[in-house]
């Protein structure tokens, strides 16, 4: 098993692939060692990418220019990040300092260190209430942090291992990947309380909130499945085969797409396209070795992705 809390070296094979598709990676970026999560910040068009095995640094991408334009020390191998345009800051968990750095993007300089549960790794933010949500692998909790004063307010207690955590915009509701409970624990933002638990495949980890559908999709890395899961019934309503160990999830608003890393990938270092329309791969996109975290430019309709063995940025572009 390869995820986020567990990193070793891997020597990959990159296996020929010929596929007919409308994607393909148009450049590649070189970042720290190990880069594992990846975040999109729409205020000043850039990428932000943590490397996770690199001096503890975050690399910052111009989406306009593709290079490094900065590289900002945080805490000790930095994870999961998520970009707050409440305030223009992105928030990077440390899941080795057991902390969470806030990095306001027009300095790149840290601008608070918050203390969390056992190793953070997935944060993702709440537009809703302006609050930034951690998930504590070791500590079996979620921590919610107010953007207005960088305090946690409330910890919530969910499944074994959780890993990835998206927000459901249409219901206002946090959805968890436990990865060693194999289960998804659905969180109210109103009462910071579990209201429902979802049963998915095996070591989900991934997950991502599809807006067109109001759907939620999870990876499950054991499996080599995407769940598919209505916001209105909590069930699943597809369950979609991959590549080998897909990692994480991005969601693709213009085209309606949902954006899959294979870590494992057996036809090589693979991205799966998925169509939200029929929940079918349509296409599979040849990237770096090892990626893992990807993440949705809608300045630019790009995916970029973190290839975690490489230590590298793949760009993905769609091919008129």
Not at 158 to 167: D, I, K, Q, S
Not at 299 to 309: H, W
Request: charged share 10%; with cysteine.
């Amino acid at each position: 098993m390869k995820h986020v809390i567990l990193f070793s070296t891997f020597t990959f094979l990159t296996l020929a692939l010929t596929l007919a598709s409308a994607y393909a990676t148009t450049l590649t970026i070189t970042v720290g060692n190990g880069p594992t999560e990846v975040a999109f910040d729409s205020h000043l068009g850039e990428i932000f990418v943590s490397n996770h095995d690199s001096g503890n640094t975050v690399s910052v991408i111009s989406d306009a220019t593709n290079t490094v334009t900065a590289a900002v020390t945080v805490g000790r191998g930095p994870a999961g990040l998520a970009f707050d345009p409440h305030l223009n800051e992105v928030f990077v968990a440390n899941e080795g300092s057991n902390t969470v750095s806030v990095i306001p993007d027009i300095t790149n300089k840290i601008q608070a260190t918050i203390t969390v549960g056992s190793r953070p790794v997935g944060v993702a933010f709440d537009p809703h209430l302006n609050e930034v949500f951690v998930c504590n692998f070791r500590s079996n909790t979620v921590s919610v942090i107010s953007d207005a004063t960088n305090k946690v307010t409330a910890t919530i207690a969910v499944g074994h291992g959780p890993a990835g955590l998206a927000f459901d915009s249409h219901l206002n509701e946090f959805f968890v990947s436990n990865f060693n409970s194999n289960t998804v624990s659905v969180i109210s933002d109103a009462s910071n309380e579990v209201i429902g638990t979802i049963a998915v495949d095996s070591y989900p980890h991934g997950i991502t909130f599809d807006a067109n559908r109001n759907e939620v999709f999870v990876a499950n890395e054991g499996s080599d499945t995407v769940s598919a899961i209505s916001d209105a019934s909590n069930k699943i309503t597809a369950n979609i085969t991959v590549d080998i160990s897909p990692a994480s999830v991005a969601f693709d608003s213009h085209l309606g797409e949902v954006f899959v890393s294979n870590y494992d990938g057996g036809s090589g270092n693979t991205v799966s396209v998925i169509s939200d329309a029929t929940n079918t791969v349509k296409a599979t996109v040849i990237v770096g070795n090892g990626p893992y975290g990807l993440a949705f430019d809608w300045n630019k309709n790009e995916i970029f992705v973190a290839n975690n063995v490489s230590d590298t940025v793949s760009v993905i572009s769609p091919q008129s």
